[in-house]
């Protein structure tokens, strides 16, 4: 039989190879060469000797990932060697990095009582302290450290997390800025100097300290992640992007930089590649909350609402105060017509903070839907409270108090759209070269009019030209879009019409310039002083040419129709009708003759309309409104949706029948009435009831039209 012997303790030229291998990071070396020397059973060596080789075996082997093989090798040295300090340094930094929590308080402890004057296991320990939420132990450990050793770099540097996370944000600067100084090659202190820059809004700063950081080690994944998050905030999203793919290069499953890089790819547009990146988040960490969050805006951007609505709802599952979801989940069931639904989520949101202003501000705009004008006003004006700058609640509130017939403080209000970036307004004030006008006299001044809203806004606010004239106006100019230019040559109180770029040209010509729709706050207008509509008279040549088209109808009544609006137009899917085929009920009226002045969307329907159908289409001829107004000269009556024909119709004296959509009703139509102050006795609305179909509001129409001609 042959006996083993016990192997010797390992020699110093074999620890100081294993140990060249650690600080190369070649681990799995270091750990082959000592486990002979430390492989065998505990007892079977001199293991008290081999504490040096069990010690530098257990880093090794926490550098192969292996925490378990660390810990049994440090807990046998340890064993063996109860004093040795660098066992306990290691297995407490193991204990820490697993989370167990109390072990390594107590190793710390341990060890502090065999090197109290260790500065590097008294600053690990207030690190231990922190994690378990004893932010005042940790603290005095920490300025302990520092008392002794004023330059010990991590002491200041734990300092300042416990500090930053305490929002003691000029102290944690201070703590930070103390790390760097003590080593000014500390990468982490510049990394958290530069997430604290960022959270203070000192962007520039923040930048700087995680360059500084990224120069120091380049293959830093969190200071590229925080670097790109601040990048993407100051709208820098090609540069965002690179430095989160790069981080992610380095730590492939890097979560945080996962859901950023869907963030970024949410602001660039491309929202699928976005949902991918929340998605595989999620696949690595599935009760990511906020990827989950963001995973439903992806969604909810591509009109899954579905999906949306079940990623909303799991968000708050995990995070019942993300009030974002709340109020996000909101829309999603307003965009899905459970309105009522919608509301209630909003109140829980509401609930969780009595100040968020989204929140107020789809409470009232759902008030408004059901009619609860009252309600709907309060409303935007708690989110105006909870935000003063908030500039969707200054402009529905506007054109709330409007529709109510509260011209005064509503059109006062109105004029918030040159305050709000996100306006055509608000870059008028800088291209026009001449001051905007605020109601001074106007004698002998030469004034611009400016388009800057839709052509229906003009041809209702183009009666205003003729009032500024009467007020003494030497000449009165109006820039507008081409397809209004033939109409307002003719229209009383325009001296010259422009395109805008001549008109942005000559704006320095000008004694002021003003928006058509400006005018009725600076002249004071109220619901009894709304002048009347634009005067124009329709070309006699065109008139003929028209009217000969016309000639080949049958006898009868002759109506006008426009079903569809500018698909453009944010309401348009309200607004417009689903088809032409939604106002089968009008032809059941016998002997009436239609004309459709249907123009882009729903034209290529009125180009081949059923054999059936007494259908003249003449849209796709028609030039402009002076077109449009020649051929409604011969027309008995427009029916029509909320567009710009109803204006001009309207303004051409012709009775003009429109059908207004239930949801996100325009505020210029009021509320209630059948008519309106702005068109009296031409104008008749027939409005959309609580989830009433279309059918039902044609099916009015045709027969108001029975009644109207008799048949």
Request: proline share 6%; charged share 20%; glycine share 6%.
């Amino acid at each position: 039989m042959t006996i083993s012997t016990p192997l010797a303790p390992a020699p110093d030229d074999l620890l100081r190879e294993a140990n060249a291998h650690c600080e190369a990071h070649r681990f799995a070396d270091a750990l082959a060469l000592l486990e002979p020397h430390v492989g065998g059973q505990p007892g079977a060596t001199d293991d008290a000797a081999l504490a040096p080789a069990l010690n530098l075996a257990a880093l090794s082997a926490m550098g192969t990932g292996d925490a378990a093989r660390a810990q049994a090798l440090w807990q046998r040295c340890l064993e063996a060697k109860p004093d040795f300090a660098q066992a306990y340094s290691g297995l407490a930094a193991l204990f820490a990095a697993l989370g167990v929590l109390d072990e390594a308080q107590a190793l710390y402890e341990r060890l502090l009582s065999l090197t109290p004057a260790d500065a590097d296991a008294r600053s690990n320990l207030g690190v231990v302290l922190q994690r378990q939420a004893r932010h005042a132990e940790a603290e005095a450990v920490f300025r302990a450290v520092l008392a002794q050793h004023p330059a010990h770099a991590d002491a200041h540097y734990n300092l300042g997390l416990l500090l930053q996370g305490q929002g003691r944000h000029a102290e944690a600067e201070s703590a930070l800025r103390g790390a760097i100084a003590a080593n000014a090659r500390h990468a982490k202190a510049y990394n958290a100097l530069g997430a604290l820059l960022r959270d203070k809004a000192r962007g520039d700063e923040a930048a700087e300290a995680f360059r500084q950081a990224l120069l120091i080690h380049p293959q830093y994944p969190e200071a590229l992640n925080n670097l790109a998050t601040l990048l993407k905030a100051s709208g820098k999203l090609a540069e965002a992007e690179l430095a989160v793919r790069l981080a992610l290069q380095i730590r492939p499953n890097f979560i945080d930089a996962l859901n950023n890089l869907g963030c970024v790819l949410t602001d660039l547009k491309r929202v699928p590649e976005a949902e991918a990146a929340f998605r595989q988040t999620l696949a690595l960490a599935p009760n990511h909350a906020e990827a989950q969050y963001n995973l439903g805006v992806a969604l909810h951007t591509l009109e899954r609402l579905p999906e949306a609505e079940a990623a909303y709802r799991e968000t708050l599952r995990r995070l019942p105060g993300r009030v974002e979801a709340y109020n996000n989940l909101a829309c999603v069931l307003m965009a899905l017509g459970r309105r009522a639904e919608a509301l209630e989520v909003l109140h829980e949101a509401i609930a969780v903070r009595p100040d968020f202003a989204e929140a107020h501000f789809n409470i009232a705009s759902l008030h408004k839907e059901f009619g609860r004008l009252g309600e709907a006003e309060a409303g935007y004006r708690r989110a105006l409270d909870a935000n003063p700058e908030y500039g969707d609640a200054k402009f529905r509130l506007a054109t709330l108090l409007i529709s109510m017939g509260r011209f005064e403080e509503g059109f006062a209000r109105y004029e918030c759209r040159y305050t709000m970036p996100g306006f055509v307004h608000h870059a008028t004030q800088r291209l026009l070269q001449c001051p905007a006008w605020q109601g001074e006299p106007l004698a002998g001044k030469a004034l611009l009019l400016w388009q800057e809203d839709g052509l229906g806004d003009m041809l209702q606010f183009g009666r205003y030209a003729r009032v500024l004239k009467a007020q003494g106006a030497a000449h009165v100019a109006f820039a507008c879009q081409p397809p209004l230019h033939r109409l307002f040559r003719g229209v009383q109180g325009i001296d010259a019409v422009l395109d805008h770029e001549a008109g942005a040209a000559a704006a320095g010509q000008f004694d002021y310039w003003v928006s058509p729709i400006s005018v009725p706050h600076r002249l004071g207008t109220t619901i009894e002083t709304i002048p009347a509509p634009l005067v124009h008279t329709p070309e006699p040549a065109l008139v003929e040419h028209w009217g000969a088209r016309l000639a080949t109808l049958a006898p009868g009544p002759r109506i006008g129709l426009v079903w569809k609006g500018n698909p453009k137009h944010f309401n348009d899917a309200h607004r417009s009708l689903p088809s032409l085929a939604a106002l089968a009920p009008l032809w059941n009226l016998p002997g009436v003759q239609f004309v459709s002045l249907q123009k882009g969307q729903g034209e290529d329907e009125a180009q081949h309309p059923p054999a059936s159908l007494p259908l003249l289409h003449l849209g796709t001829e028609v030039r402009d409104f002076v077109d449009t107004a020649a051929i409604i000269a011969q027309l008995d009556l427009v029916v029509c949706v909320d567009t710009s024909t109803a204006h001009l119709a309207a303004s051409l004296g012709k009775p003009c029948w429109v059908l207004l959509p239930q949801y996100d009703l325009d505020w210029r139509w009021m509320h209630e009435r059948e008519d309106s102050p702005w068109y009296p006795g031409t104008m008749r609305l027939f409005r959309q009831r609580m989830n009433e179909a279309w059918s039902a509001v044609v099916e009015r129409v045709r027969a108001a039209c029975a009644q109207r001609f008799g048949i």
